[in-house]
């Protein structure tokens, strides 16, 4: 019942920021114990955790992605949005929304479709 669905620029240069909303229907975002995740697959390769938000707006980021990354909510619109600064071409992949976290997939129960990122000049 709970839908995701990202949005945002497929086209960002290098150096710039990455900025993508997850607008989240049939579920609150502040419903308690649920976390709110990125994750993202480059081509040819495995799915990779970015960072999630919680109910309350606790955050946790991988630690190879940290220092670049941003992950905030807006819950008046049921969204989080995901910030990744100073990007490169490795960055260049489909980002999914989903909800949930943990140590294995089967944790994230609800996905968004995926949105392709390319980073070019």
């Known amino acids: 019942q709970v839908q995701l669905q990202e949005s945002g620029p497929g086209l960002v240069k290098p150096s710039q920021t990455l900025s993508l909303t997850c607008t989240v229907s049939?579920?609150?975002?502040?419903?308690?114990?649920?976390?709110w995740s990125w994750i993202r697959q480059p081509p040819g390769k495995g799915l990779e955790w970015i960072g999630s938000v919680n109910y309350g707006g606790s955050t946790y980021y991988s630690p190879s992605l940290k220092s670049r990354t941003s992950i905030s909510r807006d819950t008046s619109k049921n969204q989080f949005t995901l910030q990744l600064s100073s990007v490169t071409p490795e960055d260049a992949a489909v980002y999914y929304c989903?909800?949930?976290?943990?140590?294995?997939?089967?944790?994230?129960?609800?996905w968004g479709q995926g949105t392709q990122v390319t980073v070019a000049s």
């Open positions: 049939g579920g609150s975002i502040t419903t308690n114990d649920y976390w």
């Open positions: 989903a909800r949930g976290s943990g140590s294995s997939w089967s944790n994230f129960g609800s």
